[in-house]
């Protein structure tokens, strides 16, 4: 079974277009997170959701904006595409709490804006 | 702030032994983390140092100075898939649940 499942896995769209990513995860975590991975493979979070209660907030456009309909979903809106939002998007789970707790990470999405 | 600090890429022969460091600037520490991940896949969990010293598995094993603010992750013995890059990341100390990552080492190996 998959722990962290991210659709679609590509996502090909022109600029302005508003899109959305899907991510779930059946490990019963209580913490999400959305990551953007540039062309250099830096990884940067964007969001953090707790419980459905959203605890870290980066400064990324307002375009983007995640919902939690329950704790086991973290999807990722994006409005008015741009050129820059080109990127690999990953979503992770991990649980809560102190202590040796790693984060799962789905399988990305690439999504590439023309 | 945090800044975490890896060197791009390395190179090295099968069956060799390779170190890749790390160093971080951070407001607050609460741990930090090696991953892997392969070209076109997801990051997956290498190991965590909390405390000073040496944590092994396997063929890898993980060292953390608090003090210096560095670490390294040691690769043994090494094959031709673990070709990937290895990504540092710190957890902060306020929020369990805030983790930043380095721009990651690509490690090609070489027969």
């Known amino acids: 079974d998959t722990a962290v499942s991210q659709t679609p896995k590509y996502l090909v769209t022109q600029m302005g277009n508003d899109k959305s990513i899907k991510c779930e995860q059946n490990l019963g975590h209580d913490t999400m997170y959305w990551y953007k991975q540039d062309s250099k493979k830096f990884l940067k979070i964007m969001f953090s959701y707790n419980n459905k209660e959203l605890i870290i907030n980066e400064t990324v456009p307002n375009r983007f904006s995640p919902k939690s309909p329950d704790k086991a979903h973290l999807n990722l809106h994006i409005n008015s595409l741009e050129l820059g939002d080109s990127a690999v998007y990953f979503c992770a789970s991990s649980p809560r709490g102190a202590g040796n707790y790693e984060q799962y990470f789905g399988p990305g999405t690439r999504l590439t804006v023309t | 702030g945090q800044n975490i600090d890896q060197p791009t890429e390395m190179t090295a022969t099968e069956g060799a032994i390779v170190q890749i460091n790390c160093t971080y600037q951070t407001s607050g520490f609460n741990g930090l983390f090696w991953y892997q991940q392969h070209a076109g896949e997801a990051p997956t969990f290498l190991s965590y140092?909390?405390?000073?010293g040496l944590e092994e598995k396997g063929r890898f094993s993980s060292f953390l100075s608090r003090s210096k603010g560095y670490s390294y992750l040691l690769l043994k013995e090494l094959q031709m898939k673990d070709s990937a890059s290895y990504l540092c990341a710190v957890r902060d100390e306020w929020n369990n649940n805030d983790m930043r990552f380095g721009a990651g080492t690509r490690l090609t190996v070489k027969p």
């Open positions: 140092n909390v405390l000073d």
